[in-house]
DNA sequence: ACATTAGGACAGTATTATTGACTCAAATGG
DNA sequence: CCATTTGAGTCAATAATACTGTCCTAATGT
């Protein structure tokens, strides 16, 4: 089993935006039947855009000791203060013994806490600490160095289709994250 | 994608937040500052749209016991017929170990065939063998069952603006080599 | 009381990557 | 001609990330 055992599992979060014209997914009926080379193209685009998109942050991640399962968990913590192991388990899609390894070394070195849950205290929250905020800015520093040229260039109009053509790629389990409270309000 | 030891680039174009409005001459024009929300964005739609796209031909590959790896080998192979093993090498940008399993596994099971170079009988020249190709067709068909719907949702301004905004996130290498021969011509 | 859930832990394995050193054959250059 | 370099392959060891299955504790809920 080389990765992800299922495509798609029914997450918890999920806050329905009624789809707006996506017809039926997976099969495009009506569509326009997009040219062979320009999906070549985008597989290449994929390929090299995230690849050095996550190298950014690896000299840093180096110094450390750290890989990018750390800054990914980091990342999602950050952006989802007390967030239940369960949760983080339900974005990242690993398993529970793949996250503990990264996570048991994040709490160890104190860039993430826990904190018993108020209401299940089977729960532990997950938070960074203040030493957790401050790596995970140096992180999303050299992230930014590397996006906002990028932005900058392209232009608002290109971003805008940027954001449209990704949403549209990932499974509607990342859009339901991304639009409730994932990473904006949580 | 554990890590790679080099990053290649520490990305030279860095705007300094501390100095905002300074015109920069050497590149485009001087950046607006992208707020840092939209690059948060940016960062978990490259996540979950890079993981989905990926996932979406790993259904196959389990079946046939191969790997991510080999589906990379198979598509640059593809789209670059009677290619070197050290041009391969440095479009991957992975060892020559880590190729040479992957490679070694293709072309015992008959995807990929080894032909002495013309001109330089040390290499050997990689293209796809029939089966090989049937197989890259059958990834491929998967991914287009991604890409081709999102496309279509997105319309061809926002396909423009993705290409745009991926293209000036990736590395002058990568760009040269798209630029270059790579993928659509040799 | 009992089953379920949240989280953790142990043991073993697979995939993909790394480094370093070494071989071999072909090309190249004094 | 011979020495060196280069393209490719190989061996041995290791790391990072992931997987599986099983078992355990404590808190919840019925």
Redesign the interface.
Known sequence: ????PN?ESPSGRVDAPDAP??PN????HD????P?????????????????????A??I??ELGL??AHH?AL?FIG?NPRITVSDLLLIL?ITKQSLARVLGALVEQGYVAQAPGPDDRRQRLLSLTGKGAALEQRL?KR?????????????P???????????????QT?RD??DGG???GG
């Open positions: 089993m080389p990765r992800s495509a014209d996506v997914p997976g099969v495009a569509a326009p039947t997009i062979e080379p320009d999906i070549r193209l985008a597989q290449d685009l994929l390929f090299f855009a995230y690849r050095d998109f996550t190298n950014a690896d000299v991640l180096e890989g990018r990914r990342h952006r899609r999303f992230q930014v160095e590397r996006l906002a040229p990028a932005f900058s260039q392209a232009g109009a290109a971003v805008e289709g940027f954001r449209a053509v990704m949403r549209a790629i990932m499974d990342a994250y991304m994932g990473g904006d």
